[in-house]
Antibody, heavy 115, light 109 residues
């Protein structure tokens, strides 16, 4: 069945870096735009990044622009999110999603930024 | 930037009743509007896209309507598993921002 599985979440100190991965299966990965959406525990959803099908163009929310980098590897059916210069307010569950209307969601991976 | 506002923030309803949730956009999004449901401790899941199309596997008691700036999600004959948080999300803008509403929590009365 169609599935997205995130990994890479961890506890990291302010100013640190982390790389999140999302492995896709059960569908033709290269045919879809992909996104990352995050959620502070107990709070709402925030779209943060979006990548086109070949991986040539990426868009970011202002809150992460210049610090986060989204990429994809269609041969590995995977999408990635490099998180740099992390701050306490980046603490959240990070979800990988498919399509502009998020028709598939992964289970999420928790990133905690704390000293 | 398109801002999405949902109302009410919390709704207390009894099982078996019907309920309508509202979502408003600060500018027209056409019918590029989705609704997502999130159960406690779980990832969200898509219910409705294109304002009124049900996602695969979603029961017929869920229906969406609206266009432009005003949208509604109606759930008829509420089941116990429907008590959750519901988010609307627009995907009309370009470059994409794909903003979400703040959510409506549906709780058991």
């Amino acid at each position: 069945q169609e599935q997205l599985v995130e990994s890479g979440g961890d506890l990291v100190k302010p100013g640190g870096s982390l790389r999140l991965s999302c492995a896709a299966s059960g569908f033709s990965f290269s045919d879809y735009y992909m996104s990352w959406v995050r959620q502070v525990p107990g709070k709402g959803l925030e779209w943060i990044a979006y990548i086109d099908k070949p991986g040539n163009t990426v868009y970011y929310a202002d809150s992460v622009k210049g610090r986060f980098t989204m990429s994809r590897d269609n041969a590995q059916n995977s999408v990635f999110l490099q998180l740099n210069s992390l701050r306490a307010d980046d603490t959240a569950i990070y979800y990988c999603t498919r399509r502009n209307y998020n028709d598939q969601w992964g289970q999420g991976t928790l990133v905690t930024v704390s000293s | 930037e398109i801002l999405m506002t949902q109302s009410p923030a919390t709704l207390s309803v009894s099982p078996g009743e019907s309920v309508t949730l509202s979502c408003r956009a600060t500018q027209s999004v056409g019918t590029n509007l989705a609704w997502h449901q999130q159960q406690p401790g779980q990832a969200p899941r898509l219910l409705i896209y294109s304002a009124s199309s049900r996602a695969p596997g979603i029961p017929a008691r869920f229906s969406g309507s609206g266009s432009g700036t005003e949208f509604t999600l109606t759930i008829s004959s509420l089941q116990s598993e429907d008590f959750a948080v519901y988010y609307c999300q627009q995907y009309n803008d370009w470059p994409p921002m794909h903003s979400f509403g703040q959510g409506t929590k549906l709780e058991i009365k």
